[in-house]
């Protein structure tokens, strides 16, 4: 069974928007990772926040994590065309067990 | 430097055919797994190996079978194929170690008829 959701599906914005995902899960965790998809590519590793973190930032990526609420968001900062693509998060629950549990997926698609 | 490697990108099959799915990484990781992804689930575990010589079932491992060849390689067979079986199919591989990212190969998209 899926560990974790993402809400929502789909989000279309206008290019130089902010885009926000969110990421509930399940069960109590390691960590929780981001990663993106290219249409017809595999999943490429955006960031990873430590279950005793709250907020990591990478770039124009910004994730947060509440292990209270068991949820994560990812926002992209002054989006590009370039981020158009489907985004996963996806969790690891036990050190040492590096078995990841993956979301549905958001679709973002950035209008020019 | 290549990555994660998976051979062939793209296969029809009939049903009751056999085939085997290739994975290669050079990134000396010492774990690697097998994902399929299917439209509206995500990706859903197969198969993972731990180390060289281990291997282990994930959350659909009936169907397939999985041969961790060295450090390098990871395969997917399919003994009789499915239509069920139709999916895309993912390698990853990692390092061993506490929150190491996966990385991922591009895929075989697989048709079974």
């Known amino acids: 069974s899926q560990q974790g959701e993402e809400d929502p599906q789909a989000l279309s914005i206008q290019e130089g928007e902010n885009a926000t995902m969110n990421c509930s899960y399940k069960?109590?965790?390691?960590?929780l990772q981001w990663y993106r998809q290219n249409s017809g590519r595999g999943l490429v590793h955006l960031i990873l926040?430590?279950?005793?973190?709250r907020e990591k930032h990478s770039g124009r990526l910004r994730v947060t994590l509440d292990t209270s609420k068991k949820s994560s968001s990812l926002l992209i900062t002054a989006s590009r065309a370039a981020d158009t693509a489907s985004y996963f998060c996806?969790?690891?629950?036990?050190?040492?067990?590096?078995?990841?549990?993956f979301g549905t997926g958001t679709r973002l698609t950035i209008i020019p | 430097n290549a990555g994660v490697t998976q051979t062939p990108k793209f296969q029809v099959l009939k049903t009751g055919q056999s085939m085997t799915l290739q994975c290669a990484q050079d990134m000396n990781h010492n774990s690697m797994y097998w994902y399929r992804q299917d439209p509206g689930m995500g990706l859903r575990l197969i198969y993972y190996?731990?180390?060289?010589?281990?291997?282990d079932k994930g959350e659909v491992p009936n169907g397939y079978n999985v041969s961790r060849l060295n450090k390098r390689e990871f395969s997917l067979r399919l003994e009789s194929a499915a239509p069920s079986q139709t999916s895309v199919y993912f390698c990853a591989s990692n390092l061993r170690r506490d929150n190491q990212p996966q990385h991922f190969g591009d895929g075989t998209r697989l048709s079974i008829l």
């Open positions: 069960t109590s965790i390691n960590n």
């Open positions: 996806a969790t690891e629950r036990n050190f040492g067990n590096e078995k990841l549990t």
């Open positions: 190996s731990a180390s060289e010589g281990t291997t």
């Open positions: 926040i430590r279950s005793n973190e």
